[in-house]
């Protein structure tokens, strides 16, 4: 079974510190795609990157960057300079093989000023 | 051809009556997933279409949903004497796939938030 935690239920952070949100993955395929996504307060989740299971480099797009590594089975994501914009809902989730794409409980990061 | 769209956005009903959703994908995606979010959850898997074919719906939640994708566009989701249970958003998403891995990103519509009083 597939299954994707993420343990960190809300974080709090001031506007410019960098956050790093945790996701840990379950899964029996060897073959597998890991997403993160944003959901906003407006409610619409947002595509942020697709990683599959034979690329382990970490990337980086302007102020996001993600680690995945396969050996502890976690794709964590990371903010640098916090901005309020980035308040919102993060979900990681887990695509293998019969199509399902399981998402984790969500993470709600909300960024003062 | 700018997103998903989904009808109603809000659906506010009775317990006991039937209620239907509708589903626009993106006109070239051949997949479609229903899922239902719930306050404070993840989105949890339904159902999904590959073009007609309902490929995969023993996660619906009762046999009271069901869904169809009669021409392989839109789809409909029905929940037939809705509970106070039933409460939550319904989303809808599509993606252009091949094989038995879903590689591409799933496209989000904004959902149906329904409520059952």
């Known amino acids: 079974a597939q299954k994707v935690t993420q343990a960190q239920t809300e974080i709090s952070v001031v506007e410019k510190e960098d956050v790093t949100l945790d996701c840990v993955y379950e899964t029996r395929d060897t073959t597998y795609y890991l997403f993160w996504y944003k959901q906003p307060p407006s409610g619409e989740l947002v595509f942020l990157i697709r990683r599959n299971s034979f690329d382990e480099q970490n990337e980086i797009s302007g102020r996001y960057s993600w680690n995945f590594q396969k050996s502890t089975s976690s794709f964590n994501f990371t903010i640098t300079a916090s901005q309020v914009v980035d308040s919102a809902v993060y979900f990681c989730?887990?695509?293998?093989?019969?199509?399902?794409?399981?998402f984790g409980p969500g993470t709600r990061l909300s960024v003062l000023p | 051809d700018t997103g998903v769209s989904q009808n109603p956005r809000h659906k506010i009903t009775k317990r006991g009556q039937n209620v239907t959703f509708r589903c626009d994908p993106i006109s070239e995606h051949n997949r479609l997933y229903w899922y239902r979010q719930t306050l404070g959850q993840g989105p949890e898997f339904l159902t999904y279409f590959q073009n007609e074919a309902q490929l995969e719906k023993s996660r619906l939640l009762s046999d009271r949903f069901s869904a169809e994708r009669p021409k392989g566009s839109f789809s409909t989701l029905e929940i037939q004497r809705t509970e106070q249970g039933d409460s939550a958003m319904y989303l809808c998403a599509s993606i252009y796939s091949w094989g038995d891995t879903s590689y591409n990103e799933q496209f989000f519509g904004p959902g149906t938030r329904l409520t059952v009083l």
């Open positions: 989730a887990l695509s293998g093989y019969g199509q399902n794409f399981v």
